[in-house]
């Protein structure tokens, strides 16, 4: 791609903020094979900006200024640069030079093909299958009594935009199969794409019929019921065309349409009225202007947003995925569900009802296997809808934007239900447009095998698990209710949100100085620090426990000693006064009286009571040599210390008494 660049350098160019009134950045633009690179060489710290060429999406020349000629870059990732270069010339080569580089007309021109971290080709086999799409069937409950992996598109014989293995029901004869793709739009004929273990119930997906005005086909009739059998819980099953009904009757004008309730026995069809990707593609562009505004009014904005219906849309293609969830976990019943050539808007509903009936798909390591599942695998044309190649214009559209801004709508009305953070999604989708790896390259399992991406691009997931801490929702509560179970979200027009974290990404003044996200995963890391501490003082305490216990007993021993000394008849015979106790056989140690003292008190008091009856009658300082007795021992020295001089003589006995 080098070829393609007119000038590699341009001096004293100026970087403009559009979102604040702040000077202009003055710096060098670099323009390389991948790269457009503006270092700013003005602050003290380099600050560098670095653009794939991949995700320019228009290159824009303004009218001049006093300051030079203006260059604007629009990116698919909604981000927005404005360059003023000094000299016309340099100007004009600058835009040809990014209009040739942005416009990839080969494949091989993308950026995943030169792309090259530094991992051996054993850890790139490695990352390739760290997605297993055959243990997510299983997962589901797949193969089983009732379904299995039919080999009939094994080398793509019957459908070149299917990948080679299918899940059909067993009932489905080879011959069944074959005459349904003849009568399926780019031979797309009903296959599974999500198994209920719960209800039996399944989500199959396919592409509209060729029916006409009046065509019918009984294999394709066959094929239905196999599908419907294949659920003994239910004795009809939907069918859910996501187009507007206008559209699919405009279609049976050119052979296609769709399936009449007379023809296929035992079948309940419905509408959803989900619009094509031109006029997604016209919505999502309002909706863009209105992001762009400067300094609009309240009613500048809500106005925009309005007109460009873009919440409309999605709140349709989630009201779709909530009928078929609740069909398959409340009713019970299997769903067919199309559209046009079943790559669109049926992957759309088909995934968000997938995220609403599972709670492995609200998990990190889910959401991508539903992406490779639902999209990568069944055939959604990346490179047609997201223009990686410089082709029809008309077949970009928005389609798998808005199913992330779907789950992003999700995510905010069950904050704790989703492992992945909003980041997550964002990442995602400028990975889709970027083409740094090979995942979403080509519009087809068929295209990337043919292309050789295992073996010449690396994968995205790996990378994405390897940073998984920058993804995780603080919020996420495996325990929770939102958690289990199947999400019932609301889709009443007040519930949708204006996604300026998607749209607004890169105007820093729109945003709050702090992240919300950024506060609440430091409070997360702060409180396992925190419980991890606690833990280490627990086990502390505990030990301490323990070697207490141990040298209580000891002590208890030594007391009962004492106390089998103390009952010995002839020492208590002759202790007569305080004097007689302190050369005695008390004199053995303080220490030891604080536990006879406060522990054995009765006994006490019964040993004084008997060396009083044992005294002589006619002693009349018998209770005052008990006062003299309590008097002397609070003196110190040898004699017995009082309760205070004991806790002082004795600390950490005293402490823990205390705790």
């Known amino acids: 791609m080098m070829e393609h660049i007119r000038l590699p350098k341009v001096e004293r160019v100026q970087l403009v903020d559009r979102g604040s009134s702040r000077r202009a950045q003055v710096g060098t633009l670099y323009l390389?094979?991948?790269?457009?690179?503006?270092?700013?060489?003005?602050?003290?710290?380099?600050?560098?900006?670095?653009?794939?060429?991949?995700?320019?999406?228009n290159v824009e020349k303004q009218s001049v200024t006093a300051f030079g000629y203006p260059l604007l870059i629009q990116c698919k990732n909604f981000q927005v640069i404005q360059l003023i270069i000094p000299q016309e010339n340099d100007c004009n080569d600058v835009l040809m030079s990014l209009l040739r580089l942005s416009r990839a007309k080969r494949y091989e021109e993308l950026?995943?093909?030169?792309?090259?971290?530094?991992?051996?080709?054993?850890?790139?086999?490695?990352?390739?299958?760290?997605?297993?799409?055959?243990?997510?069937?299983?997962?589901?409950?797949?193969?089983?009594?009732?379904?299995?992996?039919?080999?009939?598109?094994?080398?793509?014989?019957?459908?070149?935009?299917?990948?080679?293995?299918?899940?059909?029901?067993?009932?489905?004869?080879?011959?069944?199969?074959?005459?349904?793709?003849?009568f399926r739009s780019r031979g797309r004929f009903p296959t599974l794409s999500y198994y209920c273990k719960e209800t039996q119930a399944a989500i199959c997906r396919s592409s509209q019929p060729l029916s006409g005005f009046s065509a019918r086909c009984l294999e394709d009739e066959q094929m239905l019921e196999a599908i419907m059998k294949s659920n003994p819980g239910s004795r009809f099953?939907?069918?859910?065309?996501?187009?507007?009904?206008?559209?699919?009757?405009?279609?049976?004008?050119?052979?296609?349409?769709?399936?009449?309730?007379?023809?296929?026995?035992?079948?309940?069809?419905?509408?959803?009225?989900?619009?094509?990707?031109?006029?997604?593609?016209?919505?999502?562009?309002?909706?863009?202007?209105?992001?762009?505004?400067?300094?609009?009014?309240?009613?500048?904005?809500?106005?925009?947003?309005?007109?460009?219906?873009?919440?409309?849309?999605?709140?349709?293609?989630?009201?779709?995925?909530?009928?078929?969830?609740?069909?398959?976990?409340?009713?019970?019943?299997s769903v067919l569900v199309h559209c046009s050539d079943g790559w669109d808007r049926t992957a759309q509903v088909c995934s968000v009802a997938c995220i609403l009936l599972d709670p492995y798909y609200r998990t990190l390591k889910g959401f991508m296997v539903l992406i490779e599942k639902d999209w990568v695998s069944f055939g959604h044309k990346f490179s047609h809808r997201y223009s990686h190649l410089d082709e029809d214009p008309k077949e970009v559209s928005p389609v798998i934007d808005q199913f992330l801004e779907c789950v992003w709508q999700l995510m905010e009305q069950f904050p704790c239900a989703f492992e992945y953070n909003e980041r997550f999604l964002i990442s995602i989708h400028n990975h889709i447009h970027s083409c740094q790896y090979g995942n979403f390259v080509c519009n087809s399992e068929k295209e990337r095998k043919d292309l050789g991406i295992r073996e010449k691009t690396h994968s995205l997931w790996p990378h994405m698990w390897k940073n998984k801490s920058d993804f995780v929702n603080p919020l996420f509560r495996p325990d929770h209710s939102q958690t289990q179970g199947v999400l019932r979200p609301l889709t009443t027009p007040y519930c949708f949100k204006f996604w300026r974290g998607l749209y607004n990404h890169f105007d820093r003044g729109l945003?709050?100085?702090?992240?919300?996200?950024?506060?609440?995963?430091?409070?997360?890391?702060?409180?396992?620090?925190?419980?991890?501490?606690?833990?280490?003082?627990?086990?502390?305490?505990?030990?301490?426990?323990?070697e207490h216990a141990n040298g209580l007993c000891v002590?208890?021993?030594?007391i009962n000693h004492s106390q089998t000394l103390w009952a010995e008849p002839a020492h208590l015979s002759s202790a007569n006064s305080p004097q007689d106790y302190t050369g005695g056989i008390l004199s053995t140690g303080p220490k030891d009286w604080p536990f006879q003292q406060r522990e054995t008190e009765s006994t006490e008091l019964s040993l004084f009571g008997d060396a009083t009856k044992s005294s002589d009658p006619d002693n009349s300082d018998q209770e005052s040599g008990v006062a003299d007795f309590s008097c002397h021992s609070s003196s110190g020295g040898d004699s017995f210390p009082s309760e205070d001089s004991v806790k002082d003589a004795d600390s950490d006995e005293a402490a823990f008494n205390t705790a």
């Open 511 to 546: 945003h709050p100085r702090q992240s919300v996200l950024d506060c609440l995963m430091a409070v997360k890391e702060e409180t396992q620090q925190l419980e991890e501490l606690l833990a280490v003082c627990e086990q502390k305490l505990a030990a301490l426990g323990k």
């Open 237 to 333: 099953m939907y069918v859910v065309d996501t187009r507007p009904k206008l559209n699919a009757m405009a279609n049976r004008a050119t052979g296609k349409g769709y399936e009449s309730e007379d023809n296929y026995t035992n079948i309940k069809f419905q509408f959803i009225g989900i619009e094509n990707i031109h006029v997604m593609r016209n919505s999502q562009q309002k909706l863009i202007e209105v992001s762009d505004l400067r300094a609009p009014s309240m009613g500048e904005f809500l106005l925009g947003l309005e007109n460009s219906d873009w919440l409309k849309h999605i709140q349709t293609i989630l009201t779709a995925g909530k009928f078929i969830s609740k069909a398959v976990a409340e009713e019970g019943v």
């Open 32 to 57: 390389t094979a991948s790269h457009t690179i503006f270092v700013d060489n003005e602050t003290e710290v380099c600050s560098e900006i670095w653009v794939l060429h991949s995700l320019v999406c």
């Open 111 to 182: 950026y995943c093909f030169s792309f090259k971290p530094n991992i051996d080709k054993a850890e790139r086999d490695q990352a390739w299958d760290f997605i297993d799409l055959r243990a997510e069937y299983s997962r589901m409950g797949v193969p089983n009594k009732l379904w299995h992996v039919s080999p009939i598109n094994r080398e793509y014989r019957v459908c070149d935009t299917y990948p080679t293995d299918l899940f059909v029901p067993k009932s489905a004869t080879l011959p069944v199969i074959v005459g349904s793709s003849k």
């Open 555 to 558: 002590k208890r021993h030594t």
